[in-house]
T-cell receptor, first 112, second 117 residues
Framework: NAGVTQTPKFQVLKTGQSMTLQCAQD?????MSWYRQDPGMGLRLIHY???????DQGEVPNGYNVSRSTTEDFPLRLLSAAPSQTSVYFC???????????FGPGTRLLVL | AQKITQTQPGMFVQEKEAVTLDCTYD???????LFWYKQPSSGEMIFLIY??????QNATEGRYSLNFQKARKSANLVISASQLGDSAMYFC??????????????FGTGTRLQVTL
């Protein structure tokens, strides 16, 4: 199993550009989430999904969009990038009967 | 809403010594889970240990143990026999077990641990 994979590992954007951060898992996990990590603030939940076709907002959803068309994939879209979205983004997944969330390696995003 | 507080921004410990990383939490939920994650300089988030709110015994995983004091709402991580490879950022997190909380982990701000010779 590859676990949770994220692409790209690093991305530089200009203000106003859009992009999609990819996340995939091969563990057949129902639950998937996106977090952002900023210095001194720990990880904060952006959006999450409890299954294909079902998504909901987390703590800091503004400026981000998600969809979940398959169990495996949970992409995060930045509609119009802003410097405040410079951060490290983590995707995580969890099985229905598991306690542990497994994290991907992260995507480092710089918005100029 | 849940809140996690980690009051130690940084800690030093000598190799082979034990160290305790503090974590307090706040929640109105009766049922919840507490987690510790390790983040080395390479950046990945590594799960260390889990404690359920109804577990009567403190969780242990190898050199890691979780000192759970429910009345004090604390969930301190104890690392025994520290190794140089334990140098990393450590995050305490919790998840409440209620409607709509299946994927919601709330994290503290972390403690940076440095293990010295």
């Amino acid at each position: 199993n590859a676990g949770v994979t994220q692409t790209p590992k690093f991305q530089v954007l200009k203000t106003g550009q859009s992009m999609t951060l990819q996340c995939a898992q091969d563990m057949n996990h129902e639950y998937m989430s996106w977090y952002r990590q900023d210095p001194g603030m720990g990880l904060r939940l952006i959006h999450y999904s409890v299954g294909a076709g079902i998504t909901d907002q987390g703590e800091v959803p503004n400026g981000y969009n998600v969809s979940r068309s398959t169990t495996e994939d949970f992409p995060l879209r930045l509609l119009s990038a802003a410097p405040s979205q410079t951060s490290v983004y983590f995707c995580a997944s969890r099985g229905t009967l598991q306690e542990t969330q497994y994290f991907g390696p992260g995507t480092r995003l710089l918005v100029l | 809403a849940q809140k996690i507080t980690q009051t130690q921004p940084g800690m030093f410990v000598q190799e082979k010594e034990a160290v305790t990383l503090d974590c307090t939490y706040d929640t109105s939920d009766q049922s919840y889970g507490l987690f510790w994650y390790k983040q080395p300089s390479s950046g990945e988030m590594i799960f260390l240990i889990y404690q359920g709110s109804y577990d009567e015994q403190n969780a242990t995983e190898g050199r890691y143990s979780l000192n759970f004091q429910k009345a004090r709402k604390s969930a301190n991580l104890v690392i025994s026999a520290s190794q140089l490879g334990d140098s990393a950022m450590y995050f305490c997190a919790m998840r409440a077990y209620g409607r709509g909380t299946a994927s919601k982990l709330t994290f503290g701000t972390g403690t940076r641990l440095q293990v010295t010779l």
